[in-house]
């Protein structure tokens, strides 16, 4: 099967194919965190999906540029940096500094470029594409001094949200600094600066102002990555007017088409709702760790459900990315000691070969949870082989190679290697060869010989189990 991805701008499965294929160079743009609080676990779902794509297209041999912004100012920023009686950077460069904590701990990838909008160079970037826009007659100042794109005038708007502008109307909910607009649904380029604004301007054409949010990810992405990208990324709520209004700007400017692939993740929910600020139902990053879980388990928490199906998110699901990752551990542990042994067994045909099926469930529209699947499937045959001795140390190798493949794009792996002592796992090989005989008395003293060496030896449908027994650890 080809990659193949679903594009929300067609809505259909589409073959993924990057404009500079030569080079397999795969250009990549993400929204990023409006930095007025500390993002929440439903903001990072939507960073781990893009943290998926950009692996899996590396793991297929794209070379992925990847740039995520940093939305530093805009409405929310600048109302709370008043609030806080703080400047503008100095209130934002927390959160800034927290978004990169928060990643660090969820194993995200960091992109090649995080560009912030308060930079000069795309401030003039802005400038320049609103000036081009007026120009063309797709953008006009009103009487409130703010300029506006106007949307009647670019005949595809409405084209990714499958909207029909027509249907767009004033639902008497206006701000009253957008009554100077032709149309309801145009959308400010440029905000003319006002008092509450404070000291958060810039110079332009137009007088004293700030850059609405929609130019700042067309001029950010178009000054880092070019005018024409392969994929852009963000979750559903992005897609209008965020991202309806970004091909507006950057096609009105450029006359060509802005993004071949538009990708968007599903909601986490909590109790059927999205999890939002305004709605005060979410949590943190440090809300989660504060719980006694770690980064890991809650990437897999986020990781685990296809990224256009919502996800609900509940303790009692980290509890189960828990008990996931800990038969990862276990079972990466087993192949360690085997690999590392003279085992030359016979391998059964199961034990013995590690499959592309994870890669291809990827290969179609990144269905991670049949490629998961398939992980688990495989973690039960292979113990089932270990536990009859099935297991040869080479096979056991290649097991460990082929997951550190497909670990390139998890990155799953616990901290600190769980690794199975020698003669620990000898005294388990004994204890399952007398269990196989029906010596259960010896198997018992085995058992209590395994337990004074610190570890726990559980019998479970799916075979014996090994683990560091938290009694003697
Ligand atoms: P914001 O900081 O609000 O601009 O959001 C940053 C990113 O998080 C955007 O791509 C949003 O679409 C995404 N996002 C916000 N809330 C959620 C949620 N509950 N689930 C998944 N993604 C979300
Ligand atoms: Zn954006």
Redesign the pocket.
Known sequence: MPLQFFNTYSREIEEFGPRDATARRARMY??????YSR??I??????IFEDLLQRHLELRGYNVDRVMNI?DVEDKTIRGAREAGIPLQEFTEQFKAAFFEDAHMLRIKRADEYPAATDQRYIDRMIGMISALISKGLAYQADDKSVYFRINKFPDYGKLAHFDLTQLQSTGRVKHDEYDKEHIGDFALWKAWDEEDGNVKWDSPWGPGRPGWHIECSAMSMALLGDQIDIH??????IFPHHEAEIAQSEGVTGKKFVSYWL??????VDGQ????SLGN?YTVPDVLAKGYTGRELRYALLRVHYRVP?NFTWEGMNEARESLGRIDEWLARLRQIAKSRNVQRPTLNAQRPTTAFEDALDDDLNISAALGFLFESIRETNRAMDQNEMDAASASAWLEWWKRINSVLDLEAETEVTIPEEVAQLAQQRENARREKNWKRSDELRERISALGWEVRDTKDGSKLTRSTRNA
């Open positions: 993400t929204c990023g965190p409006t930095v993002a929440h439903g903001n990072f779902r939507a960073y939305t990324c963000g979750g559903v709520d992005n968007h993740c599903a909601h986490l929910l999205k999890m939002a600020k979410f996800l």
